[in-house]
């Protein structure tokens, strides 16, 4: 793994040296946004070109997605022109993200029209397949709307982008504006790199929160309608300790300024992607009002903020591409993900004040229970695989997902860090902690965005220069091979430990009120929803070993009709007893009843102090910059 390691990092250094150089002039993309309340955006590409054989591509490998979700099957439209000539073009035979022309002698550019259509029903994972637009908002990413030439480094390309916004539309961006003219924006010239690192966001309904005093930061809300706009006092306050606190946790900061740019609306896709220097969050339209939504959108902002640092900033080596057809390696998303799941979701979650530390706890203890209980599949599959297949897995249905294994990489590399946190803070007598990790590794110097690609050797280094340990064994044991459980004592090493009652959860409670389901995965092991549809069941729990499958429609339970309710008051009732829980369901033409062995009664996890044992979890949660 090593020796693949080092290899995909010399070869990217090779790439890089070796790519052919862009021509000194500048490709531009005009794009038309006007009818973009009909799913329809427009582009027009000027791109530099001389006589003969030429091959442009369309983005496939999108950063922070990490998958090859270029929304290829919503592209239409496709025209090439040299002068007044439009020109015959051919898609490869092999590679469907590449197309061919022939470009007549004597002239210096072409011209390409197309149309991005964006899609009112969500059918993938990307985030050009699911809806970038309303009749009052709209996302512009520019790797839906641009072609370019095959083999050049995306560094190397220098891009001059306008777009046009419907008639009184506000908007923003991370790109420097050149100039505005009504509804038309002209932009600085920049890498497409750059380019395809700034999403837009606009609408008629726009408010952008100043976070810091300097003005670096602010967070930009659009949605569809204005009530939606008003982000609580509290929560804005919140968002500013996180500045402060990212400020102690690095030491530097890797932008020149900083966005949130968060999407209101009931009919877009919840989602978060992250950028160097500004970050696309969606929500539902309520998510920032909504006591219960805003809960779960705010710590979104936590993480993706993070990812400015780990993911922007430093990459791994395998995600570090020349251009967007390159292959991405996925191995090390647990650091990627995994630690910004626990530094921006857990740590500064709680030291911002988003989360209070009994909240933060009741998380944690969910993602330990969830991956310790609801994971049949870690007994076949290691969590490095998580990581690996994301490009073949990321975009699976959302059933079946305990024995697959879900994206994983996320919330048990959580535990993972928090394990290196506490074995830090161990073996240095409480002197050092994964805090000092973050400032040598993502810290000083402050600069420009750049990235700087890293390796599983480098992480392992850097830890060591924290507080000499072998590293990468301790890494190797939790992350690359099959374990029957996650690594929970590392909640015990902060002075807590998993346990289970009758009280629910407050972020489970909070899952279920925000999705809509009903998670019994604890006790029966199956979620439903609301109108009794089951979403999922865990392998060989009591609900799958009774017969229940996903797609069922639960329409009575112990001969009563089917709610929420009833299905806690009759796990209830079978507690103790050794009279099955009847389940009648229905799915398509059929209708049966199956018969749950469970009688356990409700069970919820949570922590619970270690007696006698120093409290780490809540110094790893406590604020460092004074309020």
């Known amino acids: 793994m090593k020796r ?13 040296a070796l790519a052919p150089q862009a021509s000194a002039a500048v490709m531009t993309i005009f794009v038309d946004a006007t009818d973009a309340h009909r799913g329809v955006f427009h582009a027009h590409l000027t791109i530099p070109a001389t006589g003969g054989p030429l091959t442009v591509v369309y983005p496939k490998w999108i950063p922070g997605e990490h998958m090859p979700t270029g929304p290829l099957t919503q592209v239409a439209g496709i025209h090439i022109h040299a002068g007044d000539a439009e020109l015959d073009w051919w898609r490869d035979r092999i590679d469907m993200f590449s197309f061919h022309v022939d470009v007549p002698t004597g002239g210096s550019s072409i011209e390409i029209d197309l149309d991005y259509l964006s899609p009112s029903v969500t059918f993938g994972g990307g985030y050009g397949e699911s809806a970038n637009a309303t009749q009052n908002l709209l996302l512009i990413l520019f790797n839906h709307l641009v072609l370019y030439p095959s083999g050049i480094p995306t560094d190397s390309m220098l891009c001059r982008a306008s777009v046009r916004l419907p008639s009184g539309w506000k908007f923003d961006t991370a790109l420097p504006v050149s100039r505005q003219e009504g509804d038309r924006v002209d932009f600085d010239p920049v890498s497409l790199t750059t380019l395809v690192d700034s999403p837009i966001v606009a609408g008629a309904y726009l408010r952008t929160i100043p976070i810091a005093d300097s003005g670096r930061e602010h967070v930009t809300i659009v949605a569809d309608s204005r009530s939606a706009l008003a982000m609580p006092d509290p929560r804005i ?75 922007k900033y430093r990459r791994p080596a395998g995600l570090a591409t020349p251009d967007y057809q390159a ?60 990581a690996v297949g994301v490009a073949a897995l990321g975009a699976a249905p959302n059933e079946e997902v305990p024995y697959r294994r879900a994206l994983d990489y996320y919330d048990e590399s959580m535990l993972v860090w928090l394990d290196v946190d506490t074995t830090i803070r161990a073996r240095s007598g409480g002197t050092r902690s994964l805090d000092d990790f973050a400032k040598l590794f993502f810290g000083p110097p402050a600069g420009l965005p750049m990235v700087k690609p890293y390796t599983l050797d480098d992480v392992a280094s850097a830890l060591n220069q924290v507080v000499p340990n072998d590293w990468r064994s301790f890494i190797e044991a939790r992350v690359y091979r099959v374990t029957a459980h996650p690594p929970l004592g590392a909640l015990e090493a902060a002075g807590w430990r998993l346990f289970y009652s009758e009280t629910p959860n407050w972020y489970q409670a909070l899952r279920e009120r925000t999705t809509k389901q009903t998670d019994a995965s604890f006790t029966l092991g199956m979620w439903v929803k609301h109108d009794g549809t089951i979403a999922d069941v865990v392998y060989q729990c009591p609900a799958y070993a009774a017969g229940l499958m996903p797609g069922m429609k639960i329409t009575a339970i112990d001969g009563r009709k089917y709610g929420d309710e009833v299905l806690d008051q009759e796990i209830d009732a079978a507690r103790g007893t050794s009279k099955p829980i009847d389940v009648t369901v229905e799915q398509g033409s059929f209708a049966g009843t199956f018969h749950i062995e469970y009688h356990e009664g409700r069970r919820f996890p949570h922590l619970q102090r270690i007696e006698g044992q120093a409290d780490l979890l809540t110094d790893i949660m406590r604020p460092r910059e004074k309020r």
Request: aromatic content about 8%.
């Open 237 to 311: 306050a919140q968002v500013r300790n996180l500045v402060a606190e990212t400020d102690a946790l690095f030491g530097a900061r890797h932008y020149r300024s900083y966005r949130w740019l968060v999407t209101l609306s009931d009919l877009v896709e919840p989602q978060g992607l992250e950028h160097h220097e500004s970050t696309d969050i969606r929500a539902v339209e309520r998510g920032l009002t909504d006591p219960d939504s805003t809960a779960r959108t705010i710590t979104i902002l936590s993480h993706e903020f993070v990812h400015s640092w780990n993911g």
């Open 4 to 16: 693949l390691i080092s290899l995909v990092a010399h070869t990217l250094l090779i790439t890089l």
């Open 327 to 386: 292959p991405m390696i996925g191995e090390l998303l647990f650091v990627y993900e995994g630690m910004t799941r626990y530094l921006g979701d857990l740590v500064l979650s709680a030291r911002s004040g988003m989360r209070t530390p009994e909240e933060d706890r009741e998380y944690a203890a969910w993602v330990a229970a969830n991956q310790d209980r609801n994971r049949p599949g870690r007994t076949s599959r290691a969590l490095v695989d998580t």
